[in-house]
């Protein structure tokens, strides 16, 4: 059974920074494309960042683009999110969820495994 959980998740002032982790078990973890969504109050879940299984390619949100890396250590079966620059509007619980295949896509009916949610809250 796979399974993932993330942590790191927290309380901090705008222009602040955290970085969330995600441990995955349960199967090959380097083989899978790994992604983290964001789902605040009143909203649908979206997309945020995606890294490919080898860890080579990513992609971003353009709302997070050039504050947010995603990256993965596949010897400690971990992805990471790394925010800066956080703002009041990124207030949300992120979800780490592991693809089907080894390439990385937006879309949340491509992932087939999530974890339970960390609560990043920014304050203004």
């Known amino acids: 059974q796979v399974q993932l959980v993330e942590s790191g998740g927290g309380l901090v002032q705008a222009g602040g920074s955290l970085r969330l982790s995600c441990a995955a078990s349960g199967r090959t973890f380097s083989i899978y494309a790994m992604g983290w969504f964001r789902q605040a109050p009143g909203k649908e879940r979206e997309f945020v960042a995606g890294?490919?299984?080898?860890?080579?390619?990513?992609h971003y949100a353009d709302s997070v683009k050039g504050r947010i890396t995603i990256s993965r250590d596949n010897a400690k079966n971990t992805v990471y999110l790394q925010m800066n620059s956080l703002k009041p509007e990124d207030t949300a619980i992120y979800y780490c969820a592991s693809h089907k295949a080894a390439y990385t896509t937006s879309y949340a009916n491509d992932y087939d495994y999530w974890g339970q949610g960390t609560q990043v809250t920014v304050s203004s």
């Open positions: 890294i490919t299984g080898s860890g080579q390619f990513t």
